[in-house]
């Protein structure tokens, strides 16, 4: 009983080893805390500081409160790009999950050559965006695009009535949500794929059973069990789908084009806000307004993830 007691760690020593184990923990964490604090959290804030001054980057700073954002509700340009923002995420979101679910369903079937058709829908999102925004543009080009000239052989439809695509104010939305749609769907068909090979095979022999049809399975097995997965996507997608800049400037030029009112979107105005015209504190605060409307979206979501849940 005495060597039990001599052998019993001190309160003291017990601390240091707790003392030191926890911070080992932290260096762990240490390094993603610090980028996330340098790169994010620090900007966020001096972002919203700046919201409420008014500075163009040489003239000495002005406080002017809310001013600028009570100046965004009567700018014309801003609007519109919330506008195309909106309808261009209502647009690829709904679109990307449903082919993107269709393809790994598709692909997660014993098929020849499976592996390869994998690969090849996976290759749109690796491929450089340059690149193919330029192959886009021309397959999509109004008169000498293979698209149109398919069209006008197969239907008789002359040129004039045919979509101008990127050419066009009406057309040039959908071009983008279309070629968004078709350059993410192989990514996301990825992370459904991994989605479907983790639901339990017995729930399929169980539907069987109860004579479940393929349309019944899919809808009382294959969804619910992939609403996790549904629900990263659509997060993911609609935070992406309202920070799009790279895109629409590869395709478009971004908005200083003749389809200016057809493809400015929000990043876009926030960056000719603050390095053309040199207005940083009303850039800020268009992007604290963007940043707002993504946490509300994304809140919105959670919420609705915890009742279905």
Not at 270 to 292: D, E, H, K, P
Request: proline share 4%; with cysteine.
């Amino acid at each position: 009983m005495s060597s039990n007691v001599l052998h019993k760690p001190s309160n003291k020593k017990l601390g240091r080893r707790k003392a030191k184990q926890t911070l080992v923990a932290y260096s762990f964490i240490a390094p993603n805390f610090i980028g996330f604090a340098v790169f994010t959290l620090v900007p966020l804030v001096f972002a919203l500081v700046l919201s409420l001054l008014e500075w163009d980057g040489a003239n000495p700073i002005s406080f002017v409160g809310i001013d600028n954002f009570l100046r965004l509700a009567k700018d014309a340009q801003f609007r519109r790009a919330l506008y195309n923002t909106v309808i261009y995420t209502v647009g690829v979101v709904p679109l990307t999950i449903v082919c993107a679910l269709a393809l790994a369903i598709l692909l997660n079937k014993n098929i020849k050559g499976r592996n390869f058709f994998r690969t090849v829908s996976f290759f749109p999102y690796v491929a450089s965006l340059v690149a193919v925004a330029a192959v886009w543009n021309f397959m999509f080009s109004p008169v000498r695009g293979p698209i149109n000239n398919f069209l006008n052989a197969f239907t008789g439809i002359p040129f004039e009535q045919l979509p101008g695509w990127g050419a066009s104010k009406d057309w040039a939305i959908i071009t983008v949500i279309l070629f968004t749609a078709w350059k993410n769907t192989g990514y996301y068909m990825v992370i459904y794929l991994a989605g479907l090979q983790g639901i339990n095979p017995e729930l399929y022999e169980a539907a069987e059973i109860d004579g479940a049809n393929s349309w019944n399975k899919f809808r009382s097995v294959t969804v619910p069990q992939l609403y996790p997965t549904t629900f990263f996507v659509t997060i993911m997608l609609i935070i992406n789908s309202f920070k799009v800049y790279d895109i629409f400037i590869n395709l478009f030029a971004g908005g200083d084009n003749q389809l200016s009112d057809a493809t400015r979107v929000l990043v876009y105005q926030i960056y000719n806000t603050a390095f053309r015209s040199l207005n940083f504190g009303y850039a800020s605060a268009q992007a604290i307004v963007l940043f707002v409307l993504v946490l509300i979206v994304t809140l919105i979501q959670f919420r609705g993830e915890k009742r279905l849940g």
